[in-house]
Structure formats: structure tokens, C-alpha cells
């Protein structure tokens, strides 16, 4: 806290009692205290750990990773042009697929008795490992024996919006947590002055909006904050035009003086984390802005990313972005890429979004890995469904497939150079060890130290979890 | 010493609310203290839901759980060492122990003892306190205020003392926010204490009965509703597009002002368009608040059951103050509500439209029944011209018959729109299409035929509920356009669809032959081609998509059926097997602006084998009235073929073409509402219980009804219960929660935390609130006063306890952190929405027009860019309109207002029942930075100098005042004249510029009042900021 040196002895006791009274607050108040300390009466850990809600928590067990950046492929990325090869599907292109596949089935948009689509790119075994990956994915695939590559996914949801908001929150309604904001209530946050839980968007707006990283019930502090791209990092960060430094100084040394006398007079808590909270912004007004500026990253790291303009937003510049908020002690980055709902232009497109994503995806790997921070980082990379096997339209397209996809996740407690379940021969059903996406989310608690039967927020005289009433821990691809 | 204190404090939050009561009383009461350790950790597997239960226990039910088990008991009331269950939560041995360890629940040592001591003392079950009706424990209480008396009791057994009176500048101002949601002006303070100096009682109720008079009030009281009603101006999902509700958020406003007594609020809102009055109609647009889902290829039934679903879980938390959400996919775990009883509920909400109707201002609502009852006149006319008239119909409608071309309807086994964003579906002979508003494609069914000559082909356009204004088409106007009708057929030798030659298309209407509405025009009708044409029935097929046929009657009439016939230019003689294809081609949308398709939402295709078939030269609707059997026919088929016939008759022309003239000038409403309507017979819905409540795995058929636990529903009319029912049930003065959960929702709004804190959930897991006697004595009260909110609220704030000053010592403080008790007045950081209005009254730059659509406000590009949907039609306010109270912000869901958000406003996906209060850097940001107030800024600072005396002195007395409603102490005095001077000396010496400061803009020179320099306007624009930043300020003290 910068301003802590320019204090009296009297000034740091006050400050000490705000911050006590703060700490009371949140407790009693907001109603974090009573689900947080719960959690700690179960691990019956020294309870006055606990500043605010977003100071660091530790977990139910011991921890293989305390970070995540969630690369959000949104629109349903084709595992079929990325991962999951299916030689079978190209031999039977423009067959129709067996009756027997097609019993129950749903699809969005087409008949599902549409003819079967070969994949439209080649599959190269890469890394020491040989796990396949697409020939539009060089970067990545390069760090094959560092990703385990889950090839069977599976969702119950089947248009875009309920499909994103079940992926992110485990549920299909909207109003639930999201994950991020999950971990950000279980662990807190090792930042002082930024959000537990930070959001970049490139591409376009997505089809669950704001929802994807809202917090549902939780309180508000733990829902996911968007850093921009372009103008104000942080919304409003900017002093109104004319205000310099000095005189918002001066501003708000003013308003901490009134503040003060109301909590001297009035004696209420909520005062003091208001002075604590105007402190923390002034700050954030320098230290968001110099998270943004990558003048200080060298130009071998740009490249690396395929950063061409160190001020264009870009999925590149959010690669990057992400390892410098983790660096900053933030838990949890979502990177959101709406782009990938090719139901024509199949070819064309996957190709170009490969393009715009592969190399920072891969750069991200390897910078965080470089750095020794991939051991306890875990880099999730997928989106909300997959596409089917039968084409729509000509026959350059693919429609909504929930039965079975890809995801990659890397990093922390997972085991790298593996890809693990596999799909049937047309990439249709899963064949063999299916992960839903609330197996995943218990898998990813588990990593993160938490029993996902166990982080539970009451609401509406009910235990909601990520999970719902559901979910595995998918042991074979721990480390 | 402070760690010490420290523990002591968790313990008592840890407790939860229960520390008090503890206290109070020794003796275990079922209720409060056991129920809750039940709930929580055993009825999970020893509880209502029987998929769940173990070992055919029940802990829940008194009976079952003291049951003698072959000489075993899982309770032997006061035997606590013959009770099973008292061994096993004791237990260490985890075969035997309670809970198990699977459930991952663990009892404390307290509630073990407590289990014990319980079973100990004779295991008294008593029902859940909430599932009793409420009743007046005390009747003693008439002239002094009833809270008082509740809470001067409990501060005396405690031996607490009462809070000071609030000062009364406090007072005052906290009854203005309170009542009205806006600070009081320094000219009200004074009137005020001037008041107060001959009465202070009077004066203060004085206050209470003007402000309460003030339409004020119910925009700052619609706000907590719409919370809890999820309030949205857009539809929610991936397209996310503008919707048009208001007029149900004026309807709530307008509700409060007149103090609508709070059942009939409850009734008009669930059922109001089953009463025959438009403006309870427009109250039923509650039902419809929630979100829908327009993506691509949707199945429409998921969502509507989604929306259902929704309502239920609404309901549940506005009105009944109870989970129901759970019981949706199984038996409620806690509280006693089945699976069954869910879909009880479920059903009276199940068999509506999806409904949207005009709505007129009282003005035009006068001016059409003006309208309506002239035509009326005019038709009785008949009867005097044409005496005859009666038996003429008939005899018209029997000729009309006789000639009648006829159809044999298709039945097609294949109905697509291509490329699947839509998935068309049958209702008996007809089509429906709901689901994505798509602005253009192509639909089309197939159907098998026997042998036969098809010489012509029908479309029919059918009103229907689900569209707007019954349709038949899907536009905001409820009619359609059909760019192209093709026919194709394959016959059984064929192998591929061969086109079917068509001439001579007709149709019953058409609009004259025009350019396509400017709504519905998109970016291909301002380039090059020129704009889409309308209008006949030859566009069906003339082979062009920019040609089509339009039937639009005009204003009000066109909501109506409408059919068009084509003729097969030679007569398709088909054998048996043969295919018949049809394709529409409605291509005459718009841009995917909200209503701009044209989609045909209800429709019926039919061939005949009749030479030279043409559509009816009347009204489609009278030939649909012609079918119906004579003593079947309604008053709507009666009206239809009236209107239809008298236009055959030369002798009736003048009558005739006065109604046509008084038709055209029916009003076009000033918008419409979003509401349920019920079913009509042929669309009636059987409701079945959903299998984990997925909604295509319906089970057994559940009939209407309520939970038992509950009151029972009264029989008021024969014939099966309805939807109307259901809403006069929830608003029963026998309902034991409904008037608490309400009573407790103003005590919330007010004191910022409820009597009883879930305030959404009154269920079996709530705590027993610390003043549960004066919750029961408000809310019997309450129905006393004839359901009176105005009632309650004045009961409230005219008590001593509200009127207790917020300060609090340490030592008062740490007693009771949260305030249980109420030994001192209300203070919290008031609502995102009042800390705007509170800016911008303080600044002068309110505008405190009432109702009307939404207002954009400004956000930034950086967020408005990432929105799925195109956001063109978000243009912003500007002038006076930017300046409107918050309660009129445009709230879009999938883009939550970045400055109400970071104060707690909910985004309304789902209902909102209680705001959670945060206090966080990003927050800070908003009123220190946002563009409306730092305009606020400015302005106050002009008002300042405007309206001050010319010095700082008196401008910081002002200032001051605008902004909290007090006089500044002298020390604040002091520091705000301190950063004046620095601001000053740095203005002076150009390290800031002036115009910038003051305008945002270096060029532009502030508006200064006369005796003011700009660098007054600049160095109180930053002043201003400070003040309005004030922890004081944001909250009401």
C-alpha cells in the first residue's frame, strides 16, 4: 500500500481498525463470511486469515494448481478439422450415416440423416508422445507432450447460449456461478490491487454475454471483471478529462479525510471499506495501465505470440495479457474467441481461426512453462460443443454436436502427452471413457484443491455446488 | 487483546441468528432450534423425497420417527438412551454412524447436545414456524407504534438501551430516500425543521403522507418489484433483442402511487388477463419478465417449459418466499413439497399463450370505444334498413357454401425450414412456427397424396395465440408477408421434384400494391435494387423474391385470418404415392431489428380438384365462421360474417362505408405488453410430470393444485380450477407466507436486511427470525389494512426504531454487528439506482418525467462492441432524456449497465429477491470517473455558484447540503477549503486547465453565472466530485 509509508503511528492504528472493522463487515454483512468461514471450520484452519473476501484461501487438500486461464473457443470449434482424427469418417464421406447412430438423436440446424463429411485436414502424431493433431495446429501440437487432449466431451446442451453457460456454470439455466467465479470464492486472490477473476474477449461478443463469467448468487466481488482491449482498460479507470494525478491526489486525499470523520462519528464499518476501496482503485489507475502496456515485454516475446501490434486487441495480445495478470497474483483469466460456429465455410474459416489462435495458445504454453509457472497453472482450451459428422449445407459444413468433443487442458496436476477417451469411428458417440462437462469441473475443483461435493454456497436454503448433484473426477488424466 | 476479540466475534457469527434467542430462552423449541440440524443434515435420506429415503425412516414426520421398529426407535421421546438416532450422531463407528460419511455432512458438537437434550425432553415436533398462518400475539398494542412495543420489550430484557433520535436533517433525508428514492432539496430540509420546531411527530408524519402523495413514490418502490420480477428490456439469450415491457413497469409504478392493495397486485399480475380488464392485463406481463430464446433452431417447446420453469421458481421467491425450484427434478429435499405438488403449481401456469397485445393510453383506450361503440350504433342501423337481415345471412351464407370451392386439406409428413433454424411444428391440420425470428428463408412441407387432379392450392394465414396480436403472422404488427409460393411434385416414378406450373393467384385480401413498409426495409433496399414491393397476390408467383403478397387490413383490423388460392396452370392429375411439395419464400424482413420478419407464424395448406378455385370475395375469417354449425358459432364468427355480408348488400353501402371510415381512424397504440393468455380448447395443454424435470421426458399427468403444507385452494366457481384461481390462492389471506414474505420485503428494502434474512426462502432452512411476534403482528396487520403497502411503509418509518440515529460506539457495534435488534437506526450504502438519482439531484440535472420506453445511457465502446447482436438501435440520450430517473435505463441482459452493476443491480436473468451489498475498487471507479457523473459534477458545481451566496464559504455550506442534507462540521469545512485553495493555486498557475476541468473540452468555456469566474466553475467541478463520492453521500445514514 503505497501510501502506508506517508502515515503517522495514529494514522496506521486507524488504519488498522478500519481494516479490522472491514474484515467484520464483509463477514457479517455481505454474505460471504458465513459459506468462506464454513469452508475453514471443515479444514478448522486459524480463521482470522481473512481480510476481505478475496484474500487468499486455502483449498479443502493440498493443491496441484492455483491458477487457470480458460481459453473459451466459443461458436463450438470442429474436433473433427482439429483432433479427432477419423479416418473412417474420411473413407465414408458422402454416405449416409448407419441408421442405428441417428436413434434419439437431436441435431440444431440439419436432418440428422445428412451424408457423412470427411475431415478436411490432415492429422500429424506429434511430440515424443505421437498424440494426432491437425495440420492447422503446428504450434500447439508442438507441445503435444505437455497437453492432455480429452477427446470425448460430452454436453447436454445443444444451441450456443445454454451450451456456453452449461459449460462455464454446470448449468443451462442462466443465474448459476461460473467457474471462475467458483474458484475465485473458494481461493480468493493473491493480487492486491486487481479483480480475483479477469475476462478478455476477442473476436465478437459471445452468445451467453455477460453471464459466461457473471457470479450467479455469489456475491458480486466474485464475478468476472473484463479488462478491454481498447480504451479504458478497467471501465472508468480514466480521470475525467483535465483531472492530472495531482489533483486526483489531492481529490481523494480530501474524500479519505471526510470519510474518515464519518466513520469517526458514525462508527460503521462499511465506511472504512470505502476508504480502503477508493485507495485501492487510485491504485488500480496505475497498475491496470501498466499491465496493458507490453513496451516492457522484449520483442522476442511478442514474436513468440505473433503479437504484430503491441496495442491491437487481438487473441495474441490476450495470450500474453493472461500470463501477466497471473503474474500479478490473478486467479482466475478467462479469454473469451467467438469464431468458431462454422456451419459452411468449414474449411476456409477453421483454417483462419487456427491462425488467429494457434500460435498464441501455444506461445502461452510455453512462455508460462519457460517461467516455471505452468506446474501450478492450469490452461483449459475448448469451447461449448463440438460438430457433427454429417455435413450441412454442400458440403463445406458442420452443425452443433453435443454427443462428443474436444478439449485440451494443460498445466497443473494434468498429464501431459495423452489423449485420453476415444470416440467411436465417426467421431459421433463417445466409445470410450466419456467426460461430461460436470466430470470436467470436478476434475478441475479437484486439481484446484477442492472436494467439488464440498464447495457449496447456500442460497435459497439449498447447497449449490459447480456440479450440481453430479460430476467425477476423471483420474486418468492426473498427473 | 484484538485477537481475542477477534474469536469472539466469529463465534458469534459463526452461531448464525440463532445466538440471541439462545440466550433468551433455554428451553429447545422444535422449530428454531431443531428443525433447522434436520433439515440440514438428515432429511436429505430421511426426508420427504422417497427416491432418496433410507431404511423407511422419516425424521420429518413425528409419527414415523418415534415408530416403534420391532422394539427399535429411531426416537424414544424422552428416553434419549433407547433413541437410535441419538446413538448413531454420537457414534465414531462409521458403519453406524449419523451422518454418514459419504454425505460429507457433519453434525457439531452443539447440535448433537441439542439432538439429545431434545430427545430428552420428550422430542415435541411442532410444524415449521413459516407454515402457520401468522397471528397477532400481542392485542394489546393500539395507540403506540406496534415495533416499538416489540422492540423496547426485547431492549429492556436485554438491558439495551435504544438509540438517540436521528438528528433531524438525517431523518429527513432518510425519509426521502426512503419513500421516494431522491434526497430532499435544502428548501425541503428547512420547511421540514421548521416543522418539527411546533411538532416533531407531526411533522415527521406530516412528511410521511406528502411524500407518500408524491408519484415518486412508486418509481422508488417499482424498483424492488422488478427486481424480484426479473425486469428486462431485452429477451435474454444469444440474440438477446430489445423487448417492449415498459408498459408493465409503468403499470407497477402506477400500482404503488395508488396503493393497490397487495393481493390484488398478486392477482392482476398472475392472472390479469383472465379479468376482462386491460389494465390487469397489462399487470399479467409480470408472467412473461423472463427471459426468451430466439437462437437458431431452438426447439420452441424447451424454452417455453424453460420459461415456465422460470415463472415457478418467480413466483416461489416474490410471492411465496419458498424454494419451490428444487421440487422441479425431484421431491424437495427439505422442505415438505413433492415432485407432484411442483407440477401442481406447474399446471395452472402451463396452459397459456405466449402472448403480446397492444396497449393504449386511457386517451386512445376512450377514443376506440368511442370508435367501437359508433360502429356498433351504425350495425344496429341494419336491423331498422333491413329487417330481414338475420335470416339474409343465412341464406347468404348457404348460397356462399354452395358455391364454395372445396378443399381437402394436406397432411404433410415432412414440414422443414430449410437450413433448420426454425423447426416448424403441426397442431392438428395446421402449421406453427415459432422459435427464430429469422428476417428471411424458406418453408416448406411435403405431403403424400392419393389419386387424384389438384387444380389449385391454398395457404391459409390462422390467428393464434402465440403470435402477436393473435398474428397469423410473426411481425411486431402480428401479419406477414410471402415473398414466393412454389409447388413442386415428384410423382412415385420421379426422382427428382419437378416443378408444378401456377397461374392466377387471388387472394381474400391484399394490401394495395407498394413499396415494403419502411420498418421492414433492410441494407439491399438502400443500395442499388430498388426497395421490396407489396401489396397483391400475383407476387406470389411471379418468380421474384422482392415482390410479395401482403394482406394488411390497417390498424386494429388486420388482426385477422387471410387466405390466398394459386391455380395450377394445368390440372395435375397425380397417381397414388405421388409427393406434393410447397415452399414459401418470406424474404421480406429487415435487418433482424426486434419484429422486422415476415415470417407466417399460423398456417394450414390445402389442394382441390375444382375447376378455376379463387380465393373468397370476403373476409377469410367469415368463411372460417361459415363452418362452424349455426348454435356454435361465437360473437367473434358472428361479427365476421355480419361485416362480410353487409358489404354484399348494394342497399347498406352508405352504413357500410361509414364504418369503413371510422375504422380507419382507430388509434395505433402507443406499444405493447408481453402477457400470458390462456389456451383456447383446441390448444389446451395436459401438464405431466418432467423426469428430473427435463422437458421431454414427461411422465404421469398431473391435474392444477397446491402443497398441502399449505392452505388449501377455496372452490369458488364449478368447473376445473384455473390460472385465475391459482392467483386469488397465492393472495389468500389464509396463505401463511404470502403477506410475511411481503411485509418482510419492505422491512428489507428499508432497514437493508429482512426480518428474516433469506428473504427469498422461508422454507424450512431459514432461520426463525429474533422478531418473528412482530413480523406475524405487521403482516395480520397488513391484511387488516386492506393488503395497504402505504400501510405497512408508514407503520415502519413513522417508529421510533426506524427513527433512531445509525450512529454506533465500538461497544454497541460489537454486541450486535448486524443489527438483530435493532437497538439502532438503519445505515447502509443505498441502491446502485439511488446513487445515480442521488447525483443527479444533488446536481440539479434530474428530469423527473415518469413512464415511457427505456432510455439508452451512455456506455462505453469497449462494451458495447463485444454484444453478440448488432447494438445499432442503441442510441444514446442526450439532453434531458440522459437525465432521467435510473428506474428508466435500458437494461439489456446480456450487457448489464456497467454503473448499476457495480453497485448490485441484478441483470434479471432470473428473479431477485434480496441485493447483495458490495463495496469494491471497481465500484469506487464509477462515481469518481463514469461520463453522467462527472457531468453531475459539473452541474453541481454551476448550481453551486449559481445558487450560493459568491463566496466558498457559503458555496461549501451549500454544496454540503446538496449533497448529504447537513451542514458541514467545521473540520470538514476546513478540508474541502483546503483542496479548493490547491485546486485554485494549480488552476491559476495553468497546471490545470480551466475549460477543460469545467467542460471536458479545452475549447469550451464553461456557462458561468454572473458573480463566478470559470476558475470558480473548474475548482468546483472538482470539489463536486469529492462530495459526491462521500461515503455520506451513497448511503443513507
Known sequence: ?479 | MSRIMNSVALVVLLAGSNVFAQQASSKIDFGRDILPILSGKCLQCHGPDKNQRQAELRLDIEADAKRDRDGHFAIAAGKPGKSELVARVFSNDPDVQMPPAESKLVLSETEKRLLRDWVAAGATYSKHWAFDAPVKSRTDISTRNPIDVFVHQRLKDKGWQAAQPAELNVLCRRIYLDLIGLPPSPQEIDQFLAATKKDRTAAISGLVDKLMKSPHFGEKWARHWLDVARYADSNGFEKDLPRKQWAWRDWVVRALNADMPYNDFIIQQVAGDMMGDPDALVGSGFLRNGMVNEEGAIVYEQFRIEAVFDRMDCIGKAVLGLSIQCAQCHTHKFDPLTHDEYYGMFAFLNDTYEAQSWVYTPQQREQLQKLKSQIAKLEEQIGGKHPAWQADIEKWIAQEKADAVKWSVLDPHEIEWEGGVNHPQREDDTILILGHPTTSGQFYSISKLEAQTITGVRLEGLQHGDLPNFGPGRNYLGTFTISELEVYRKLPTDKDWQPVELANATADFSSPDQDLPEYFRSSSDKGKEKVRRVGPAKYLIDKKVRTGWMPDRGTLIRHTDSAAVVQLKTPLSVPDGTELKIRLQMNHGGDGDPGDNQQLGSLRLSVTSDNGPKATPFDHRAWLAMQVPADQRTADDKTALLRNWRKTVAALKPINDQIAALEKQFPVAQTSVMHPRATLAKHQRETRLLDRGTWNKPKHVVLPGVPAILHPMEATHTGPVNRLDFAKWLANEKSPLTARVHVNRIWQAIFGVGLVRTSEDFGTRSARPEYLEMLDWLAVNFMESGWSQKHVIRTIINSQTYQQSSRSSGESYNRDPRNQLLARGPRFRVEAEVIRDIALTASGLLNRKMGGPSVFPPVPANVLEYNFGRMHYWKVAEGAERYRRSLYIFRKRSMPDPVLTSFDAPNSDFACARRVRSNTPLAALVPLNEPVFVEAARALSLRVLREAAPNDEARTEYAFRLATSRHPTQYEKTTIQDLLTKLRNRLADGWLSINEVATGDPKTKPNIPEKSTPQDAAAWTLVARVLLNMDETLSKN
Not at chain 1, 459449460?167 to 492486491?192: I, K, V
Not at chain 1, 471501465?235 to 478529462?241: E, G
Not at chain 1, 504484430?308 to 490473478?330: D, H, M, Q
Open chain 1, 1 to 479: 500500500m503505497g501510501t502506508r509509508n506517508q502515515m503517522s503511528n495514529q494514522q496506521q492504528i486507524q488504519s488498522e481498525q478500519a481494516r479490522y472493522l472491514t474484515r467484520r463487515w464483509f463477514l457479517g454483512e455481505c454474505g460471504v463470511g458465513l459459506a468462506v468461514m464454513a469452508l475453514h471450520t471443515l479444514q478448522q484452519q486459524e480463521a482470522s486469515a481473512a481480510p476481505s473476501p478475496l484474500s487468499p484461501r486455502a483449498p479443502h487438500h493440498r493443491p496441484k494448481a492455483k491458477r487457470v486461464i480458460y481459453i473459451f473457443q466459443a461458436g463450438a470449434p470442429s474436433q473433427l478439422e482439429l483432433f479427432d482424427p477419423k479416418p473412417e469418417l474420411a473413407k465414408r464421406s458422402g454416405q449416409l450415416p448407419p441408421a442405428e447412430l441417428l436413434k434419439g438423436y437431436r441435431s440444431a440446424f440439419i436432418n440428422p440423416n445428412s451424408n457423412l463429411l470427411g475431415p478436411k485436414y490432415r492429422f500429424i502424431p506429434s511430440g515424443q508422445s505421437g498424440v494426432e493433431y491437425s495440420e492447422v495446429l503446428p504450434q500447439t501440437s508442438s507441445m503435444a507432450d505437455d497437453i492432455c487432449l480429452i477427446r470425448t466431451i460430452n454436453t447436454p446442451a445443444v444451441n450456443h447460449a445454454p451450451a456456453q453457460i452449461m459449460m462455464n456454470s454446470g448449468s443451462q439455466q442462466f443465474g448459476r456461478p461460473s467457474f471462475g467465479s467458483w474458484m475465485t470464492y473458494g481461493l480468493g486472490s493473491e493480487g492486491d490491487d486487481l479483480p480475483g477473476y479477469v475476462v478478455l474477449t476477442s473476436a465478437r461478443g459471445t452468445s451467453g454475454g455477460a453471464s459466461n463469467y457473471g457470479c450467479g448468487f455469489l456475491p458480486t466481488i466474485y464475478t468476472g471483471v473484463p479488462f478491454r482491449g481498447k480504451g479504458d482498460p478497467v471501465l472508468y479507470l480514466s480521470n475525467p478529462a483535465g483531472i492530472d494525478s495531482e489533483a486526483q491526489r489531492d481529490s481523494l486525499n480530501a474524500l479519505r479525510k471526510l470519510n474518515q470523520a464519518t466513520l469517526d462519528q458514525i462508527g460503521d464499518p462499511e465506511t472504512a471499506a470505502r476508504i480502503q476501496n477508493y485507495e485501492s482503485a487510485y491504485r488500480l489507475q496505475t497498475s491496470a495501465p501498466e499491465l496493458m502496456d507490453l513496451s516492457q515485454e522484449s520483442k522476442q516475446t511478442l514474436d513468440s505470440y505473433g503479437i504484430k501490434s503491441p496495442t491491437e486487441s487481438t487473441f495474441a495480445r490476450n495470450c500474453l495479457l493472461a500470463r501477466r495478470l497471473l503474474e500479478r497474483g490473478v486467479r482466475f483469466v478467462q479469454l473469451f474467441h467467438e469464431a468458431w460456429d462454422q456451419h459452411s465455410n468449414l474449411k476456409a474459416r477453421v483454417k483462419s481461426n487456427a491462425v488467429n489462435t494457434d500460435q498464441g495458445s501455444a506461445a502461452l504454453l510455453k512462455d508460462l512453462k519457460q517461467r516455471g509457472m505452468l506446474e501450478d497453472t492450469i490452461v483449459i482450451w475448448g469451447g461449448e460443443f463440438g460438430r457433427t459428422p454429417m455435413v450441412q449445407g454442400g458440403d463445406d459444413g458442420r452443425d452443433h454436436h453435443n454427443r462428443c468433443f474436444s478439449m485440451w487442458l494443460a498445466g497443473g496436476g494434468i498429464r501431459g502427452g495423452m489423449a485420453y477417451g476415444s470416440s467411436d469411428d465417426f467421431g459421433f458417440n463417445v466409445a470410450e471413457n466419456p467426460v461430461h462437462v460436470h466430470d470436467l469441473h470436478a476434475t478441475l475443483l479437484h486439481l484446484l484443491g477442492f472436494d467439488h461435493e464440498r464447495l457449496i454456497y447456500r442460497f435459497q436454503g439449498r447447497d449449490f455446488r459447480l456440479t450440481d448433484v453430479h460430476g467425477h473426477v476423471v483420474k486418468g488424466i492426473l498427473a
